[in-house]
T-cell receptor, first 112, second 116 residues
Framework: DGGITQSPKYLFRKEGQNVTLSCEQN?????MYWYRQDPGQGLRLIYYSQIVNDFQKGDIAEGYSVSREKKESFPLTVTSAQKNPTAFYLCASSKTGGYGYTFGSGTRLTVV | AQTVTQSQPEMSVQEAETVTLSCTYD???????LFWYKQPPSRQMILVIR??????QNATENRFSVNFQKAAKSFSLKISDSQLGDTAMYFCAFMNDAGANSKLTFGKGITLSVRP
C-alpha cells in the first residue's frame, strides 16, 4: 500500500545537537512538506519542495534545513540554532490538482 | 497572505446529536480549495472533506457535510449522528491553487469531545 513513513516516532535531542527526521513516500507525489505542531498553534509550515533538488522556506524555517535528492525522500534537520525544537513534526505529500495532503504519522521531538 | 480562523477552541456534543464546527478564511483569490482534517488521539491527520470554491454545491461525505458560504468566506463542518470515534481535533485548511505552488494554510484547530 502507498503511504508516507516518518521515523523515528519519538526522538530525544540534547542541547546543541543536530537531529534529522526522516520522511519517505511511495505515492509518486511531486510535492512534499514539513509542518510543526505546537499546542494551540495549529500546523505551521517549515519547508516545502515541489520538485527534486528544489525547496522553499515556509513560515518558520529558521533553525531548520532540508534536502530533496530523491522524489521519495524529504528529510528535515533540526539544527542547534532552533531555540525551541520540542514539538510534534508532520511530513506530508501531495499531487497537483487541489486534492490536499497525505500525512505521515509524525515524529515527537523532545529536547533533554 | 491567506489566513484561516477557527474561533472556538473546544466543543462538546452528546453521542448521536449533531454539531457544527466553524471556520472563516481570508483571501483575495477567486478559485481555491477548502478542507477539514481530523486528528484523533493517535495524532494521524485524516482528510474528512474537501470543497472546491468554484462549485456551489456543498460537499458531503457520509455523516459529514459542509456549509460553504463563499461571499461570507465561511466554511463550517456539520457532523451528524455524532459517534465516540469522532472525538478528535479538527483543522480547517485553505489551499490557494492547484498548481505547483499550492500549499495548505491551517487554522489553529478545535478540540471536539463526544460524550457517551
Amino acid at each position: 500500500d502507498g503511504g508516507i513513513t516518518q521515523s523515528p516516532k519519538y526522538l530525544f535531542r540534547k542541547e546543541g545537537q543536530n537531529v534529522t527526521l526522516s520522511c519517505e513516500q511511495n505515492l509518486n507525489h511531486d510535492a512534499m512538506y514539513w509542518y510543526r505542531q505546537d499546542p494551540g498553534q495549529g500546523l505551521r509550515l517549515i519547508y516545502y519542495s515541489q520538485i527534486v533538488n528544489d525547496f522553499q522556506k515556509g513560515d518558520i524555517a529558521e533553525g531548520y534545513s532540508v534536502s530533496r535528492e530523491k522524489k521519495e525522500s524529504f528529510p528535515l534537520t533540526v539544527t542547534s540554532a532552533q531555540k525551541n525544537p520540542t514539538a510534534f513534526y508532520l511530513c506530508a505529500s501531495s499531487k497537483t490538482g487541489g486534492y490536499g495532503y497525505t500525512f505521515g504519522s509524525g515524529t515527537r521531538l523532545t529536547v533533554v | 497572505a491567506q489566513t484561516v480562523t477557527q474561533s472556538q477552541p473546544e466543543m462538546s456534543v452528546q453521542e448521536a446529536e449533531t454539531v457544527t464546527l466553524s471556520c472563516t478564511y481570508d483571501t483575495s483569490e477567486n478559485n481555491y480549495y477548502l478542507f477539514w482534517y481530523k486528528q484523533p488521539p493517535s495524532r494521524q491527520m485524516i482528510l474528512v472533506i474537501r470543497q472546491e470554491a468554484y462549485k456551489q454545491q456543498n460537499a458531503t461525505e457520509n455523516r459529514f457535510s459542509v456549509n460553504f458560504q463563499k461571499a461570507a468566506k465561511s466554511f463550517s463542518l456539520k457532523i451528524s449522528d455524532s459517534q465516540l470515534g469522532d472525538t478528535a481535533m479538527y483543522f480547517c485548511a485553505f489551499m490557494n491553487d492547484a498548481g505547483a505552488n499550492s500549499k495548505l494554510t491551517f487554522g489553529k484547530g478545535i478540540t471536539l469531545s463526544v460524550r457517551p
